[in-house]
């Protein structure tokens, strides 16, 4: 009879703990440090980044799109945020550079897909720089459906009495300073589901010294700043039923000749890196292929989000975590063939290939009626493009695999 009893415990018991880990809630915090090339992370002591990076893991990736293609973007700070919100490059979100004129946003953020998805969610940003929230993010503008986030932080550099602007630049360590104390707060006693946090200093370290000590001591300061935000996920973690993504990222890296500029498409400008404790990375994350679209995936797989189908056609990235079909979907030309190639990531499982003669999105966020041509192994890697196809002067390519989606453009120009 008492074993009888102790196995009903030990059942019981074992129930609910798997119902705990079954019902935990999901959190995502992103980190952007600006302007901090992958050799000058490599080489300094980042102690709080290696224990993230401990957890789950850490990777070279790219931004900038494809040289000389059509999604060719420059390696500029609110270019880049746009693609990690977006999940797609400028030849679609459409910022060109830092006076971000006039951003496409039916290309939805990672916060529209989320509050559209699950209208309760909350979000936050902790920002040194107040566009962020305000063009790039698209709040309160009809363009986002009056998107509206539930914590923000930002602003501060137009604050010259709290914040009082010295030619050293130290008044905005002083405001990623006060951003992070301020995101370690907010996550510790109110646990928003998505936040965006940015800090500045290391990219005006850069711009100013170029490769240097005080370059290297910004990275530092950055890490500790990550550091105390990293605490306060740890503390929700332990005393809330939450898991918690959190990923650091830079937004583009430096010029080979000094470490003091970038916006080009050299190696060392668009190589950036990625830090993160999920533990279930797929090896596209370990490719060397990765890139800044594929974050926006990455959050929303996490978040467990259904990306609507006009939208997934248009993301230029695939999730970092779980599993993929494929990569890497690109067209070329082999003499008078076209062909349409990708990088295998399944094996007993199709993709379907189709395509789109507009781009009906662009003007309206409305999908573009898909043609589907065929469905081909996914271990093929290439399928060959129809004459009467790819002599279009406009082509949009999609693939459509079990795990995720793809596309490739032919343009008039590129």
Known sequence: MKNLIAIGIF???????????????????????????ADNLERVKTPNLDEIAGIGGYCRAYTGGEIGAYSETPTISAVGYTSLLTGTWANKHQVYGNSICNPNYHYWTVFRHLKEARPDAKLAIFSTWLDNRTKLIGENLPQTGNL???????????????????????FILNIDNYVSFQAAQTVREKGPDLSWVYLEYTDDMGHRYGDSPQTDLAIQYADWQVGRIWE???????????????LITTDHGRTQKDGKGHGGQSERERRIWMVTNLKDLNPHFYSGDAAMVDIAPTILRF??????????????????IGPLSFANVKLSLQGKDTWVTWK???????VKIGYAE???F????????VNWLTDVKVSDGKFLIPTEVSSKNFLKLVL???????????????
């Open 358 to 360: 507009t781009d009906e």
């Open 344 to 350: 295998p990531y399944a094996t007993g499982e199709s």
């Open 148 to 170: 509206k986030l539930d914590f923000s932080f930002d602003g501060f550099e137009l604050d010259t009495l709290l914040f009082p602007h010295d030619t050293e630049r130290r």
């Open 232 to 246: 306060a996920i740890q503390y929700r973690e332990r005393n809330f039923a939450e898991d918690w993504m959190i």
């Open 400 to 414: 459509k695999g079990e795990h995720n989606t793809g596309n490739s453009w032919k343009t008039d120009s590129k």
């Open 11 to 37: 059942l019981f018991v074992s129930h609910h703990l798997c119902f705990a880990q079954i019902e935990r809630e999901r959190k995502v915090l992103y980190i952007i440090l600006d302007g901090i090339s």
């Open 362 to 369: 662009e003007k309206s966020g409305m999908g573009d009626p």
């Open 303 to 320: 978040l467990q989000v259904s990306i609507p189908i006009n939208h997934q056609l248009e993301m230029d990235g695939v999730p970092l």
